[in-house]
């Protein structure tokens, strides 16, 4: 029987560390985030940062903006945020309504305010090593995967699926580390195969129960990304939970994984991108 990652804890511990720093430093820090529409699963996450900014001694700006944005507010919006002091982070909730171009919204954030990484420069500084901020919840990931002791260097680690957000950025920061990474996506053969190969096992697909137990190696340390809503209401990662605790040696639960990671690790890119503009 698997031991359970409590990623509650595990947070818990980051963003006391945060607010101890900010307190002790005495550091003025500050977070605007945009959503657009109203979402609701964007609508808890977005409240969820503001607690943990209230919780670390962050300043949270929030700008709801109405589901028929256009670009160009969106952009203004941002352009003005760029030019505020008192703005050291911005994060745009994703997914954007269709009419906005994501990627063109992503790029209009100064790359030094980038909290979420997903500017092409900080996607560039991860790729060769030379990074500010780590993305939210592949780093989120890693701090859980150091938190069983797991060392990842010479390990075989799968990750399935390969968005941008999650996929991409957790292989290269597995191979930071020395593991061995193997990505799988929709196109991979013998997916199970390839799964059962896996030391440390990554599950970032966006489908409920997808990873079953078979499919899972003997004593895995298992990461399950997934926040999937069920028909019943019920959040359900991409992990069939019940079965592969049976198998792995370490395994994350959904909700209280991964979830309040990615919020730890935004609480610690703000305060990151604090100190380095305070400094310029
Ligand atoms: N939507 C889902 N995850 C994320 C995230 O980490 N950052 C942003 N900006 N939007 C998201």
Redesign the pocket.
Known sequence: MAQIIDGKAVSAKIKEQVRDEIAHGNIKAGLAVVIVGSDPA?RV?VNNKKKACEFCGIKSFEYALPEETTMEQLLELIDTLNNDKNVNGI?????LPKQLDEKAVIERISPKKDV?A?HETNVGKIMIGNYSFL???PAGCMELIHSTGVDVAGKECVVIGRSN?VGKPMAMLLLHENGTVTVCHSKTKNLAEVCRRADILVAAVGKPNFVTADMVKEGAVVIDVGINRLENGKLCGDVKFDEVSEKASFITPVPGGVGPM?IAT?MKNTLTAAKIQNHE
């Open positions: 964007s996450y994060l745009v909730q994703l997914p979420d997903f993305p939210c919840t957000i990615t935004l």
